[in-house]
């Protein structure tokens, strides 16, 4: 009577095993299946920037043609009424030095560098980007409060890298469309 014993006991300890190797699978392929939804939805999504959305801008001809030049830098009230502000790094400064923008309405940053590598974050919001050279980085946030912010450059682009920094100044939307009124470029830097 020993063997059907055993035999049974072999059994259901085979049955343990597939039970547990069928969870495991489970498990494993829910992760396969989790990863392979994130990819497709980050590759799909505006952040990830596909190809197609890519601008790219000559470093060479920057300053002297296009949307770029000096006295196109700064805030702007858009026909259609969009905030956008047009800045470039280099080094070891930002073009505007200060920045003037609306809180509460959605701001646009289109930014660019003329050498290398440069990137800013702004005070404690989510503006966050880098500016990579023949590139134009574009990234849309709202400031939801009036204040001083610094914004500082954050990525290591050489020797002046920590002295590279702008402020930006979020002002009421009610000042802002005064002042953006005249058509200008915005910028806070003073004289
Ligand atoms: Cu520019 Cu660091």
New binding site residues.
């Given amino acids: 009577m020993t063997e059907p014993d055993s035999d049974s006991g072999r059994h259901a300890s085979e049955r343990v095993a597939i039970v547990a190797e069928r969870r495991w699978a489970i498990i494993v392929l829910t992760i396969i299946a989790a990863l392979l939804a994130m990819m497709i939805f980050t590759g799909l999504h505006w952040a990830a920037m596909p190809p197609s959305r890519v601008e790219t801008i000559d470093i060479k001809t920057l300053h002297i043609q296009g949307e770029f030049v000096e006295n196109n830098l700064g805030t702007s009230l858009e026909k259609d009424g969009r905030v956008i502000v047009r800045l470039i790094?280099?080094?070891?400064s930002f073009v505007p030095q200060c920045i003037v923008v609306p809180a509460g309405v959605p701001v646009t940053f289109r930014g660019t560098?003329t050498d290398?590598?440069?990137?800013f974050i702004v005070g404690r919001t989510n503006a966050n980007t880098m500016?990579i050279p023949g590139f134009i980085s574009t990234f849309t946030t709202t400031f939801p409060k009036v204040g001083e912010q610094l914004m500082?450059?954050?990525?290591?682009?050489?020797t002046?890298?920590?002295a590279?920094w702008a402020k930006v100044q979020v002002i009421s939307p009610q000042d802002f469309y005064v002042k953006a009124k005249a058509g200008e470029r915005l910028s806070c830097v003073p004289g």
Avoid: F, K, N, V
């Avoid at 790094?89 to 070891?92: F, S």
């Avoid at 290398?116 to 990137?119: E, K």
């Fill in positions: 790094g280099q080094q070891y560098s290398a590598i440069h990137g500016l500082p450059c954050h990525e290591y682009c050489g002046g890298h920590e590279m």
